[in-house]
């Protein structure tokens, strides 16, 4: 059985840095992992098993998604925090396979 755990979200200050981490059991199988907010579809960032990344125009500059394959996990670094971040962040990973798993989702809140 695949799970998806995200961690790590929390208040931040504007222009602060938080780190979420996002670590997946049940296959290794992984084809690409990713970082949505607010609603699932709305992608942050994404990474594949090449190492190719892609972020949306908002956080470009900002955020930084970077994986760790032995421990199956993602992280994703966002840096000079704005309280337009504000939202429940889920990790998504999509297996080899194709099928499609989403974390319960992480609360992060930008606020002075």
């Known amino acids: 059985q695949v799970q998806v755990e995200e961690s790590g979200g929390g208040l931040g200050q504007p222009g602060g840095s938080l780190r979420l981490s996002c670590v997946v059991t049940?296959?290794?199988?992984?084809?690409?992992m990713g970082w949505y907010r607010r609603a699932p579809g709305n992608m942050v960032a994404s990474i594949t098993t090449g190492e190719r990344t892609n972020y949306a125009d908002s956080v470009k500059g900002r955020f930084t998604i970077s994986r760790d394959a032995a421990k199956n996990t993602v992280y994703l670094q966002m840096d000079n925090l704005q309280p337009e971040d504000t939202a429940v962040y889920f990790c998504r990973v999509r297996l080899e396979n194709l099928k499609v798993y989403w974390g319960q989702g992480t609360q992060v809140t930008v606020s002075s």
């Open positions: 049940g296959s290794r199988l992984i084809e690409t």
